[in-house]
């Protein structure tokens, strides 16, 4: 007896040659993942902190240093925007002459996905995406050649967590007298309230059970010793944050680690659910262990090869406005209280690079990021749903508006099944619109799915409509953090669904005609 599977993956790695051209994947015609192709200078993608990754970079021509005096007051950002836009063409920009800083800054590290996948150790995100499903509904073994076959994986993943080490490079320099001013921390966007600290991981410890939380919050810098904390509610810190109180205590240590290898930093994003520890994603897309050092002023342990901690803590009961920030919805969030971090040692490299990135409306960095999320987290949506085909949160809903999910459709109502499970599901329940199709439809092209909408819907039928907990950044929401949310049923209706016609065929050509008609473009070299 072998345990329920779910349907293979989708696929979408990139041949060389094969251009923008669809491919054909188990009967449908699915759009590759561009650019996927592998470097040529090295075999090797495992990077043991930023400095790797960036060598890899520049030897592929997709990091531009820039000597020309920029500053971090809004002039960074107006080259970074500009980059951005070029998608796949955006290159790494490494800004060497920060006037009034001694550190280079660095922004779009993963702004196209060459780069997103080279930062994955793969040519392919799927692949890691596949890794997973093995490891989460693998075939129970019969016999005892078959738990033989079952020990290197769990070989594999015994390797994964985390290991504290003596020293590491980020301990170079201990500065006891910290003063963030002199961080090159950019204005963004000429509305912002003031410097943002954009790409920290925020190492924290849940105060009754030490489970570890890593995530990336912006910290607006108020002065030398103080930034904002925006960990918003729905979010691990801020579960952290507010058990401080259960527990009667009134200080939490926090530290903001900037830089590290690509999979360290990528995991920081990563939705992962309460009391999984990030780290132990990234040892296992890096297959290796992420190395630890305690830091100097706190007790919290972070990666050793990062460029440099921010040290500090948060204490319960003081809030400080935050705010106006460019968000990634391409609008200002508006001015909300959130906690105070008070830095108390930073550890750094003796010539450290700062790490950020800028956000607005897409294309920007963190769309890759997000791409690499819908491609890796796809197995673990696929255990609670394994009736889900593919899945895709287009850059035009800034993560939280849409998300477009193919099924293998069973039964009448299956497909609001689906939307119903999805916003039960950690950060799904931000989701404002999900569009449910057959799996015949390849949702990563933004116009079939539309096609699908227009052709396959009744309003007052095929459209669910609740209300429940939004992404607080939706400022669209009648309330903060609340309002409703609509499913909409674009698969082909049944007998049973409110059908009371016959529901016609799609218009295909037979096979034979096709590739008749295909081979006599060639020939014609048309």
């Not at 970074?80 to 001694?102: C, H, I, Q, W």
């Not at 922004?107 to 997973?132: H, K, P, Q, V, Y």
């Not at 030398?224 to 925006?230: A, E, R, S």
């Not at 569009?435 to 309003?459: M, N, W, Y």
Request: with cysteine; glycine share 8%.
């Amino acid at each position: 007896m072998t345990a329920p599977t779910a349907p293979a993956l989708p696929d979408y790695r990139f041949t060389p040659g094969q251009g923008t051209a669809p491919e054909q994947v188990d009967g449908r015609l699915l759009r590759p993942l561009r650019g996927a192709t592998p470097p040529s200078t090295k075999t090797d993608l495992r990077y043991k902190d930023l400095r790797d990754f960036l060598k890899l970079l520049e030897a592929e021509g997709e990091l531009v240093r820039i000597t020309a005096p920029v500053s971090n007051d809004l002039e960074i950002t107006a080259i970074t925007d500009l980059m951005n836009k070029r998608g796949e063409a955006s290159k790494a920009l490494l800004f060497e002459n920060v006037p009034g800083y001694d550190m280079p800054v660095l922004m779009n590290t993963f702004g196209n996905s060459r780069r997103m996948n080279w930062a994955l150790g793969t040519t392919d995100m799927n692949e890691i995406a596949a890794e997973i499903q093995g490891m989460l509904v693998p075939d129970l073994p019969k016999g005892f050649l078959e738990k033989l076959k079952m020990l290197p994986k769990l070989a594999q993943m015994a390797q994964f967590p985390p290991k504290l080490v003596k020293d590491g490079p980020v301990k170079e320099v201990i500065d006891s007298k910290p003063d963030l001013l002199r961080l090159p921390v950019l204005k963004c966007w000429p509305e912002d309230g003031g410097r943002f600290i954009t790409f920290g991981g925020i190492y924290s410890h849940d105060p009754a059970s030490g489970h570890r939380n890593v995530g990336l919050y912006r910290m607006q810098v108020y002065d030398g010793q103080t930034t904002g904390m925006h960990w918003h509610r729905h979010k691990g810190g801020a579960e952290q944050y507010r058990s401080l109180r259960e527990l009667g205590k009134d200080r939490m240590e926090v530290a903001c680690v900037i830089g590290g290898d690509p999979a360290t930093i990528y995991s920081a994003s990563a939705p992962l659910p309460n009391g999984i520890d990030e780290l132990l994603l990234a040892g296992f897309i890096r297959k290796s262990p992420v190395e630890l050092v305690k830091c100097a002023t706190i007790d919290v342990e972070v990666p050793a090869h990062a460029e440099m901690v921010l040290e500090g803590y948060v204490s319960l009961d003081e809030e400080r406005i935050e705010g106006p920030f460019g968000d990634h919805t391409g609008y200002y969030t508006l001015p909300e209280p959130y906690p105070v971090f008070h830095v108390t040692g930073i550890m750094r490299r003796k010539d450290p690079i700062y790490l950020s990135t800028v956000v607005g409306k897409p294309p920007m960095e963190d769309c890759w990021l997000g791409k690499a999320t819908e491609r890796i987290f796809l197995p673990l949506l696929r255990v609670q749903l394994p009736e889900v085909v593919d899945m895709h949160l287009p850059w035009e809903g800034v993560f939280h508006n849409f998300v477009f999910v193919s099924i293998k459709k069973a039964y009448p109502g299956h497909a609001k099944k689906v939307m119903s499970c999805l916003w039960g599901l950690g950060q799904m329940m931000f989701s404002k619109y999900i569009v449910v199709v057959d799996a015949d439809c390849d949702v990563q092209d933004i116009s079939e799915v539309l096609f699908r909408i227009g052709a396959h819907t009744s309003p007052g039928r095929d459209a669910m409509i609740i209300e429940g907990p939004l992404d607080v950044l939706d400022h669209a929401a009648p309330y903060f953090g609340l309002g409703t949310k609509m499913g909409i049923d674009a698969t082909n209706k049944w007998p049973g669904e409110g059908v009371v016609r016959d529901w016609p065929a799609p218009m295909t050509l037979p096979p034979a005609a096709r590739a008749k008609a295909e081979a006599l473009l060639r020939d014609l070299g048309l």
